[in-house]
Structures are given as C-alpha cells and as structure tokens.
C-alpha cells in the first residue's frame, strides 16, 4: 500500500532563490528535456507566474519533495511545470499541490485552467483527470526532444466543487 503518512507534515510554500538548487535536481531527474536554471529564474522574476514548494522533513531536515509553476492572465491560468522527486511519488504529493493551485485559482477567480502533457505520459494524465480535467486537443509534434504530441487539457473552475487536502496515512 502506498505511504501517504508524508502528507501529514507537507507545506506548500513560495518558491524562493533559496530553493533552486533542489528544484533544479528534481528537473533534471523528471524530464527529458529539463527547464535550464535561467529559466526558473526568469519565472520567479515573473510577476505573471505563480511557483509554491511542497516541502517534507527528512532526516530533521526541511526539503523540496514537488514544485508548481503556473500562470494565471486575466481569469485564465496555465499549469507549466509540475514534477515530485522520484524518491517521494505515488504519496499524494502532487495532487496535494494541485488541488493547493486548483484552490488558488478559485481564490483569485480564474475560471479555467489548461495544461499541456505528453501523449506518452500517462500517470500525469491519470492525475490530472483524477481531478477533473478533460482532454479538448491535441498538440502535434509539441515536444522538441523526439516531437512527441500534447495533450492539451483544461478544467473549468466553476465545475470544480469543495476540494479539500488529502490527509491519509
Ligand atoms: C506526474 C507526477 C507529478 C505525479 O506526482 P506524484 O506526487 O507521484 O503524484 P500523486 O502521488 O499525487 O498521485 C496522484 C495520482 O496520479 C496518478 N499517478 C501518479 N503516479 C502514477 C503512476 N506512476 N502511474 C499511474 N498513475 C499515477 C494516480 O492517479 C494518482 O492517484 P492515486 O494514487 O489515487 O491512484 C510525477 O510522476 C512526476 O514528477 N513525473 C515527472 C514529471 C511530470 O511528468 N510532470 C507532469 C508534466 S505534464
């Protein structure tokens, strides 16, 4: 059975400065095409962009288990990065986020969101629709590393009920 006891000391914080060091290894180890750290740097520079942290203790220390990146125009938001390090999945970490980003968004009333996901990429595909997004395209060739296709997905916020945080363990 998979450990959601992690959950019970999860913060989703701002992402600062100080955090990209473990970012930047979560990237590299999630990606085929990682973001550089100029990148990370311009988004937190952004004031479009929204980046939050979930952070775990480990060892009695406080690290980056997952990341967010997301943008919200108007009242329309587009998720751009999201990745847990390998060592922490399948404990609810990024459902944890996104359903923090989903709460988010209705706060500062964004009534759609959208996301772009590899064709091949099922468990985030799974996630995402786990919480309510539908496929409405498809990007061809999207991907510049082997030209894979997107996915695009999208959810509207007003059809998104009471969402609370999973709190399993
Ligand atoms: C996709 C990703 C962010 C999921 O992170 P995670 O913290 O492990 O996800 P969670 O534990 O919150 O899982 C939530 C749901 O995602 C789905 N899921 C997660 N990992 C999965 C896997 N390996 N296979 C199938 N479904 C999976 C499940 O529906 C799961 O819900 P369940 O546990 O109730 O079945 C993570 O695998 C990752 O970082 N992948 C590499 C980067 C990436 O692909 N980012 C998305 C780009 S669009």
């Given at each position: 059975?998979?450990?959601?006891?992690?959950?019970?000391?999860?913060?989703?914080?701002?992402?600062?400065?100080?955090d990209?060091?473990?970012?930047?290894?979560?990237?590299?180890?999630?990606?085929?095409?990682?973001?550089?750290?100029?990148?990370?740097?311009?988004?937190?520079?952004?004031?479009?962009?929204?980046?939050?942290?979930?952070?775990?203790?480990?060892?009695g220390?406080?690290?980056?288990?997952?990341?967010?990146?997301?943008?919200?125009?108007?009242?329309?938001?587009?998720?751009?990065?999201?990745?847990?390090?390998?060592?922490?999945?399948?404990?609810?970490?990024?459902?944890?986020?996104?359903v923090?980003?989903?709460?988010?968004?209705?706060?500062?009333?964004?009534?759609?969101?959208?996301?772009?996901?590899?064709?091949?990429?099922?468990?985030?595909?799974?996630?995402?629709?786990?919480?309510?997004?539908?496929?409405?395209?498809?990007?061809?060739?999207?991907?510049?590393?082997?030209?894979?296709?997107?996915?695009?997905?999208?959810?509207?916020?007003?059809?998104?009920?009471?969402?609370?945080?999973?709190?399993?363990g």
């Amino acid at each position: 059975m998979t450990d959601t006891s992690i959950l019970k000391n999860l913060k989703i914080l701002p992402m600062t400065f100080d955090d990209l060091e473990d970012v930047l290894k979560i990237e590299k180890l999630s990606f085929p095409s990682p973001w550089p750290k100029s990148q990370f740097v311009r988004e937190i520079g952004n004031p479009f962009s929204n980046k939050f942290t979930a952070k775990i203790v480990q060892d009695g220390k406080e690290v980056v288990a997952a990341y967010i990146i997301f943008w919200v125009l108007a009242d329309e938001a587009h998720i751009l990065n999201i990745a847990t390090h390998p060592e922490f999945r399948w404990r609810g970490i990024a459902k944890n986020l996104l359903v923090f980003t989903l709460n988010y968004l209705g706060e500062v009333r964004a009534r759609e969101v959208f996301l772009e996901v590899r064709k091949s990429n099922t468990p985030a595909q799974r996630l995402y629709k786990d919480l309510g997004f539908k496929e409405i395209g498809v990007r061809k060739g999207y991907y510049g590393n082997n030209k894979e296709d997107a996915i695009v997905m999208a959810l509207t916020l007003a059809d998104v009920s009471l969402i609370d945080f999973e709190e399993e363990g």
